[in-house]
């Protein structure tokens, strides 16, 4: 069973802890939220993140999907 699916995922945290988790300040991920919400871009309701345009959110965050390459050079 897979924990994510059809563009939607548990998110069980709050925003201070996602804060806290990513080195970033409360303001910061409060405001990145409710700009990726204002543009229609994610949902948040009861824990779960809902990804309602995926293509748009891979612009916004300026998503570079070579990034995901695993038979590139080991790290370490």
Known sequence: MYLAGKHRCPMPLEQ???ANA???SN???NRVLQ???GNG???LRCS???VDCWNDLVLAGEFDL???NR???AVG
């Open 41 to 43: 871009l994610i949902t």
């Open 22 to 24: 990513l080195g970033l």
């Open 27 to 29: 303001v910061r991920v």
């Open 16 to 18: 201070s802890e996602l």
């Open 71 to 73: 038979e590139g050079p």
């Open 35 to 37: 700009a990726r919400r």
């Open 48 to 50: 779960s993140l809902v």
């Open 66 to 68: 070579a990034c995901l």
